[in-house]
C-alpha cells in the first residue's frame, strides 16, 4: 500500500469515526437544552395600602340642648278661697255629684276651710280599706250620712249659690288643689253632740270636730 492509498485509507476511517459518534452522542447543545428548566418568576402578593384622604378630622359631639322646663303639677293658688274661685260649676261624673251633694248638705253654713274638710273625709274614706273604694259608695253607704234616702241623695237646686260653692270645693278636694285642713280624718259630727268616740281629734273647724 502506497503512502497515497494509505492517506486515504485514513481518511475515510475518520470520517466513518466522526459519523458513528455524531449519531450515537449528543451534542453539547443539545445537553444544555435538555438540562435547562425555565423557572417561573415567583411573584410576591403586594398589601395594597390603606387610602389616605387627608389628615383625621375630630369627631364633634352635639351640644345638649337644654331640658324642656316640666310643668308644675297642679295650679298653685295664694289662698283656699283663690281655689275655690277658680273653679267652674259643671259637674263632669257621679263622684263630683255625690261629693258636692254630701258637702251641701252637711256644711253648706261652714267656712271653706270646713266644707273643704267634710270633702276630705269622704276622700279619704275612699283610701283607707275600711269603707267602700269609691265616692258615691262611700256617701251612699247606709247609716253613714243622714241626708241619705234608701241609698239616693236628695235632688238639689243646681242655681242655688250654696251648691255652686259645693261643686267648686269638691273639685279643689279632687284635685287636691289645697291641703286637707283635717288631714287623715276619717269621721267628723257637729258640736252639740258629744257622740263619746274613743278616737283621736285631728282638727275643730267652723260647727265640726274632725277625729281619725
Known sequence: MTVLQRAATIAAMSFALAGLIGTSSPGL??????????????????????????????????????????????????????????QDAAIADDALRCLAGAIYFEAKGEPLSGQLA??????????????PEDVCGVVKQHGQFSFVHGGSIPSIDSNRAGYRTAIAVAKVAL???????????????????????GMIKVAAIGNHIFYR
Not at 124 to 130: H, I, V, W
Not at 190 to 197: D, E, I, L, N, S
Open 29 to 86: 447543545a443539545t445537553e444544555i437544552d435538555r438540562g435547562t428548566v425555565i423557572a417561573s418568576p415567583i411573584v410576591t402578593p403586594v398589601t395594597p395600602l390603606a387610602p389616605t384622604f387627608g389628615p383625621a378630622r375630630p369627631v364633634v359631639q352635639p351640644i345638649p340642648t337644654a331640658a324642656a322646663p316640666v310643668e308644675a303639677a297642679g295650679t298653685a293658688f295664694d289662698s283656699l278661697d283663690a281655689a275655690v274661685a277658680a
Open 118 to 131: 267634710v270633702a276630705d273625709v269622704i276622700i279619704n274614706r275612699t283610701k283607707s280599706g275600711r269603707f
Open 175 to 197: 284635685r287636691a288643689a289645697w291641703e286637707n285642713p283635717a288631714t287623715d280624718a276619717l269621721f267628723f259630727h257637729a258640736r252639740q253632740v258629744a257622740p263619746g268616740w
